[in-house]
């Protein structure tokens, strides 16, 4: 006989926090991708120092999008991580493919990271009202790491 061991969670919060977590997977999914595209093609003064940051940030945000597709599978969900999902499900604005110049590059990542943060950070509050301290935390973790590396970022326009 198979043992499910999933946390003791109300069935009808589980199902809200993989949702949940499954829309801010999609975005960080998106946001890694965009964060690639501006390493990739990112020109300016201070392009090495940029493209170096750009692979720890990148790194970061997808250690970030392993957590919460741990956490859904960990409370009985189906992480959705298919570039097809994430297409459908991410709320990030596309990013755009013809620039090159690092302040419009960081501009277009800060503009995204900032929509995430905001949006992890709405999620923190449904995820306290719901009674997941576990996925709260999560997302408190999430937005903190993108607030640094939005500060890290700006840093470059000023």
Known sequence: MAHTFIPDIDSNVRKSMIALLNHRLADALD???AVKQ???????KTFIALHLLLDDVAGRVDENADTMAERIVQIGGTAKGTSQAVAKATSLPA???????QDDHVTALCERMFSF??????????A????DADTADILTQVSRAIDKDIWFLRSHLE
């Open 38 to 44: 501006a390493h990739w093609n990112i020109k300016g």
């Open 128 to 131: 306290d009202k719901a009674g």
């Open 31 to 33: 946001l890694k991708l």
């Open 95 to 101: 990013y755009p493919l013809d620039i090159t110049a």
């Open 117 to 126: 943060g905001n949006a992890c950070r709405k999620d923190i509050e449904e």
